[in-house]
C-alpha cells in the first residue's frame, strides 16, 4: 500500500542534490565529448568567453543546444511515463507502450506536410498538433481497455499496440506521399534526433514541459490517495476524475512537447520511473520529481554514446533506449506475469 504520509523534505532534498549532481557530470561530460575534438582546456575557454571560432560554434552551436534538448526530453518522457503508471496503477505504462508517442508523431507529420517551420509560432503550431495526436491515441487506448474493475495489464498492452500500429500505418501513407528530398529528414527524426533546435523552439519546448511538469508534479499526493482505490480517494477529499484528467493532459503535453521536437523516443519512461521506484520506493511525491532529472540525465548519456560509438558517424538515441528498454519491459512484463501483485 502506498503511504501518503509526511515525506521528508531533507531526504527528497538529498535525492534531487544527487541527481543533479549526475545531471551535472552527464553535461559535461556531453560537452567534452563528440567527433569533433575540441579539448577540455579549449571548452572551458569557450565557456569563460575567451576563444572564438570554430571550437566556439562546435560548443555553444552545437553541443549545448543538444544537451539542453536532450536534458528537456529524457525528463519530459520519465515524468510522462511516471504519471501513466501513477494513473493507470501499471508498471508497464508509457508513452510509447501506449500509443501515444505514435498519435503525436503522426500529429507531427501532418503538421509537418502543411509546411510548419521552426519559428515560435510555428512550433507552437507543431506541438498543437502533436498534443492532439496524443490525446487521440490516449483515449482510444482508454476506450479498449477500460472494462469494469479497472485496466487489466494484458489488455492495456494490447490496446496500447493496435493503436501503434494504426498511427505508424498512418504516418507511413503520409510519408509515401512526401517528396523524396524531404524523406530522409522525416525518417532521421522518426528514429529520434536530438540534433541542435533553434532558440525559439527551445523556449516553447521549455514552457511545455515545465507546464505539462506542474500538472504531473503537483498531484503527486493525490495519486498516491488513488493508489488506495478511487473510492478511498473520493472518501479522502480527492475528486478522482478531475485528477485523472489533469494527470492525462500533463502526461500528453509532456510526451507530444518531446515528440514535436525531437522525437518518438521510447522506453525512456519506462526505464527511469521504475527504477526509481525499485530503489526508492512507490511514493510519487518522491519518484516523480526525481524522475524529472533522473530521465534528463539518462537521455543525455544514451545520446552521448550515440554520438561517439561510431563516431564521425552517429546513431539515433532512440536506437539505444531501445536496445536499454526492451530486456527491461520483458523483466517487468515477466515479473508481473509472476507476480500481479507488482
Not at 531526504?11 to 541527481?19: E, F
Not at 575557454?45 to 544537451?67: C, E, F, N, T, Y
Not at 524523406?183 to 527551445?202: D, E, K, R
Not at 528498454?325 to 512484463?333: D, K, Q, S, W
Request: glycine share 14%; hydrophobic share 55%; aromatic share 6%.
Amino acid at each position: 500500500m502506498t503511504r501518503s504520509g509526511p515525506v521528508s523534505g531533507a531526504r527528497l532534498a538529498l535525492l534531487l542534490s544527487g541527481l543533479g549532481l549526475l545531471v551535472a557530470l552527464a553535461a559535461l561530460g556531453a560537452l567534452f565529448l563528440g567527433s569533433a575534438r575540441v579539448p577540455p582546456a579549449d571548452v572551458l575557454a569557450v565557456l569563460s568567453g575567451r576563444m572564438k571560432g570554430v571550437d566556439q560554434v562546435v560548443v555553444l552551436s552545437l553541443r549545448l543546444p543538444r544537451i539542453l534538448a536532450a536534458l528537456l526530453c529524457g525528463g519530459a518522457l520519465a515524468v510522462a511515463g511516471a504519471g501513466f503508471q501513477a494513473l493507470t496503477r501499471n508498471p508497464l505504462a508509457e508513452p510509447s507502450v501506449l500509443g501515444v508517442s505514435s498519435g503525436a508523431a503522426f500529429g507531427v507529420i501532418v503538421a509537418q506536410v502543411f509546411g510548419l517551420g521552426t519559428g515560435i509560432v510555428e512550433a507552437l503550431g507543431l506541438a498543437a498538433c502533436a498534443f492532439a495526436g496524443a490525446l487521440v491515441a490516449g483515449a482510444a487506448v482508454y476506450l479498449i481497455a477500460s472494462r469494469a474493475g479497472g485496466l487489466p495489464v494484458h489488455t492495456l498492452l494490447l490496446s496500447g499496440v493496435i493503436v501503434g500500429i494504426f498511427f505508424s500505418s498512418a504516418i507511413t501513407v503520409v510519408v509515401s506521399v512526401l517528396d523524396f528530398d524531404r524523406l530522409g529528414g522525416v525518417v532521421h527524426w522518426l528514429l529520434g534526433n536530438l540534433g541542435p533546435i533553434a532558440p525559439g523552439s527551445l523556449a516553447v519546448f521549455t514552457a511545455l514541459t515545465a507546464l505539462g511538469g506542474w500538472l504531473v508534479i503537483g498531484a503527486a499526493r493525490r495519486l498516491n490517495l488513488l493508489a488506495l482505490g478511487e473510492e478511498s480517494a473520493q472518501q479522502l477529499g480527492v475528486d478522482a476524475e478531475g485528477l485523472k484528467r489533469r494527470i492525462f493532459a500533463g502526461a500528453a503535453l509532456l510526451t507530444s512537447a518531446a515528440v514535436a521536437f525531437v522525437g518518438p523516443i521510447g522506453f525512456v519512461g519506462l526505464i527511469v520511473p521504475q527504477s526509481l521506484r525499485l530503489l526508492l520506493g512507490p511514493d510519487n511525491r518522491v519518484v516523480i520529481p526525481a524522475a524529472l532529472l533522473g530521465g534528463g540525465a539518462f537521455l543525455l548519456l544514451a545520446d552521448t554514446i550515440a554520438r561517439n560509438v561510431i563516431a564521425p558517424a552517429e546513431l539515433s538515441v532512440g536506437v539505444i533506449t531501445a536496445f536499454c528498454g526492451t530486456p527491461f519491459f520483458i523483466y517487468l512484463l515477466r515479473s508481473r506475469a509472476a507476480d500481479p501483485r507488482l
